[in-house]
Nanobody
């Protein structure tokens, strides 16, 4: 079974930091882009950051300069370092991966979500 498992969410005070991790497991040939999205109750899921297989990042304007996305190709893992957190960063954070299962077989895979709460 191919899956993404996230970790690292929790409660942090404004101005604090958290690091999210997301590891893919199962029968995977390779992974193209990986990314993080977030969603508040009753709202649409929005992009936080993505990273290509070559390591090129892309960020939402709201997190530029505060969040850093990175990945470990060998470990099929993507990270999101979140600094200078604000209360408006409170959301469920979801990992996404464009997985290549085999030649010509692709899967748009999502994690189960991890809650980040920024509050004093």
């Amino acid at each position: 079974q191919v899956q993404l498992v996230e970790s690292g969410g929790g409660l942090v005070q404004p101005g604090g930091s958290l690091r999210l991790s997301c590891a893919a497991s199962g029968s995977i040939l390779s992974i193209d882009a990986m990314g993080w999205y977030r969603q508040a109750p009753g709202k649409q899921r929005e992009l936080v950051a993505t990273i290509t297989r070559g390591g090129s990042p892309n960020y939402a304007d709201s997190v530029k300069g505060r969040f850093t996305i990175s990945r470990d190709i060998a470990k099929n893992t993507v990270y999101l370092q979140m600094n200078s957190l604000k209360p408006e960063d409170t959301d469920d954070y979801y990992c996404n991966a464009a997985v290549v299962l085999s030649l010509g077989r692709y899967l748009d895979l999502w994690g189960q979500g991890t809650l980040v709460t920024v509050s004093s």
